[in-house]
């Protein structure tokens, strides 16, 4: 799949849903629970479930990048899965934050 | 994507703090979530085709910016201080508006069939059934929001959901508020800065406390009732709180973050600030409507870094818009619209994807590779720090030179007897533009011009020194703290001026 700044996924198989705050390039696989992740409008595929080893959860407002830390999601709803691109799991991304301004 | 996603994820981690209001009687986030998606309910019931809201800071506002989300139509507060007229011809430009207004502002809407109280709004908001969210895309306008046109008719900036929430995202942790934080909101709804505040302060879990008409010695007080540990100002409401406070530093330990922007901040208040609140970090945010809100910052640390330095270029960083928050790329382009060498004045030019740059009845005014021209003058130094040095629109051409009056200002402020100064290009048959200073003397101090002029050419080249010089009681400004200098100028035309200029 092509991410897209701002697009919407969700997991097929735990109630995680994320926002793309800063896409790869050309084409990603990206998975949560390990079954690819679907448009956010989409439905499961039926029969699937979360893959052993692939269900460290993630955590609600946490950004999670790859090795590279090109890719930049936010998690809006938290589950289950792991988020992993290309097999590898996604790390949480330490934040730093800005002061508040408004 | 939508802004009412933010809500969502408040929502949904913040059940036991208070979103908006006092400590004791405030409103949850669960109610906001349900006064939300039944307000969205009363929205499309009523099938109107945008909202707007007359009316000052309080529960109805953050409610009906997320309700109108939800319904998937866009929302435009408007200044209630404006005439009948004023409001009617706003009105005009929106699509078939739900008119929420407080009942203080009901008379100034006429002819308008779709009119509710703001009380009536919040009441059915909280009865109604609760509506699903209506499916938006990225580039939907969110918010409508009218420049304050100092310099012309007000124009309509279009928020998109994807500029909001970019920003929002972008420069914000969630939950990144402690339980205990609130904010004192003190700009009125019309403002992106109110805009602003709602959707970061609901995001980082932030309680929000409204002051709904400022007042120098009522912020003191609420944010002393109210445990407030950090506020946002626009310089001219600083002024004020400082000058009520007078020599005597804040009793208020809450207090740790202090956010100014909307207007230059006068060095002067500024450092009388600092002094009068030792404890509280102060934060300079830049940023337009243009560009959803903030868009650089100077944070607490630079201002100290600032402060104890001895190096000149870092000592000077106390009075810039500090550094590009995440997302955001700046250039400063030359008259030739092309990039100026390091550290030179020019325009400044922005990107990135919080910035809308969209206007109502205009479209975009970004060029081909995705830049707004912000019309601010400024330069950036070696560390990336930005100094605004005014609009483009305010430069006076005196003699074929290019001079800013904010570096005419920045002196003239400094001067022991004067409390406030302005500087303006007026017609000149030898010059094309003369500079004209006008002056607020400090109460009870004598302002003689010769010797202010000599003030300001031992300070500055000599092509600055202004060639007349003004006093005046005190200068326009508009209540979120903006110069209005067409004022200053039609007042400096007008018959009755020639009798009072101290004219060189």
Not at chain 2, 81 to 91: P, V
Not at chain 2, 116 to 122: D, F, I, K, S
Not at chain 2, 241 to 259: F, H, M, N, W, Y
């Amino acid at each position: 799949m092509q991410l897209k700044i701002g697009a919407r996924y969700r997991s097929q198989v735990c109630q995680t849903e994320i926002i793309v705050v800063r896409p790869l390039p050309g084409e990603a696989d990206l998975t949560c629970g390990g079954h690819p992740v679907i448009d956010l409008k989409e439905t499961p595929a039926a029969g699937l479930s979360l893959k052993e080893g692939a269900d460290t959860g993630n955590a609600l407002g946490k950004r999670y990048t790859d090795a590279s830390g090109t890719l930049e999601l936010l998690v809006t709803k938290p589950g289950q899965g792991t988020l992993a691109l290309g097999g590898e799991p996604l790390v949480l991304k330490e934040a730093k934050p800005l002061p508040a301004s408004d | 994507m939508s802004i009412a996603m933010l809500l969502d994820m408040a929502a949904s981690a913040y059940d036991s703090r208070t979103a908006l209001g006092r400590e004791a009687d405030g409103m949850g986030y669960e109610s906001l979530r349900r006064t939300v998606a039944g307000g969205a309910g009363v929205i499309r019931a009523s099938t109107a085709g945008s909202v707007a809201f007359i009316g000052l800071n309080g529960p109805a506002f953050p409610s009906l910016l997320i309700a109108s989300a939800v319904a998937g139509v866009p929302f435009s507060p408007l200044n209630y201080r404006l005439s009948t007229d004023g409001l009617a011809e706003l009105l005009a430009r929106l699509d078939r508006p739900l008119v929420v207004v407080d009942e203080a502002f009901e008379h100034a809407v006429g002819g308008h069939d779709l009119v509710m109280t703001a009380g009536a709004w919040l009441s059915a908001a909280r009865e109604a059934p609760e509506v699903p969210a209506i499916d938006v895309a990225d580039e939907d306008c969110a918010v409508l929001l009218f420049t304050s046109g100092t310099t012309g008719r007000p124009k309509g900036v279009v928020l998109r959901h994807e500029n909001l929430v970019s920003y929002v995202i972008g420069t914000v942790e969630f939950a990144s508020a402690d339980p205990g934080e609130a904010v004192l909101v003190s700009v009125p709804p019309y403002h992106v800065a109110a805009i602003g505040s709602a959707l970061t302060n609901l995001y980082a879990g932030r309680r929000m406390v409204y002051l709904p008409n400022f007042d120098p010695a009522a912020w003191l007080d609420i944010v002393a009732r109210e445990r407030v540990t950090g506020a946002m100002v626009v310089p001219t409401m600083l002024a004020r709180i400082v000058d009520e406070l007078g020599e005597k530093p804040a009793q208020i330990p809450t207090l740790r973050s202090i956010a100014y922007g909307g207007a230059r901040m006068p060095a002067t208040v500024l450092e009388r600030a600092l002094r009068l609140f030792p404890a509280a970090g102060f934060v300079n945010a830049y940023g337009l409507t243009e560009t959803s809100s903030t868009i650089a910052v100077l944070s607490p640390e630079d201002h100290r870094e600032a402060l104890g330095s001895h190096d000149p270029e870092v000592r000077a960083r106390l009075t810039s818009a500090g550094r590009p928050v995440p997302g955001i790329d700046v250039e400063v382009r030359g008259d030739d619209d092309r990039p100026v060498a390091g550290g030179e004045m020019g325009e400044l030019w922005v990107r990135g994807p919080q910035v809308s740059g969209v206007y109502e009845g205009i479209g975009s005014v970004l060029d081909a590779d995705g830049w707004f021209p912000t019309r601010d003058r400024a330069r950036v130094d070696s560390g990336g720090y930005l100094f605004i040095e005014g609009r483009t629109d305010d430069t006076i051409i005196r003699g074929g030179e290019n001079i800013a009056p904010a570096e005419i200002e920045d002196v003239l402020i400094r001067h022991p007897a004067l409390r406030d100064a302005a500087v303006v290009g007026m017609p000149d048959e030898e010059w094309g533009e003369r500079i004209v200073a006008v002056v607020v003397p400090l109460e009870g101090a004598t302002a003689d011009a010769d010797e202010i002029r000599a003030f300001v050419r031992a300070r500055l080249r000599g092509s600055r020194t202004p060639d007349d010089v003004v006093i005046r009681d005190s200068l326009p400004y508009t209540p979120t703290g903006k110069l209005l200098r067409r004022e200053i100028v039609a007042d400096l035309s007008s018959p009755a001026a020639v009798q009072t200029p101290e004219r060189m």
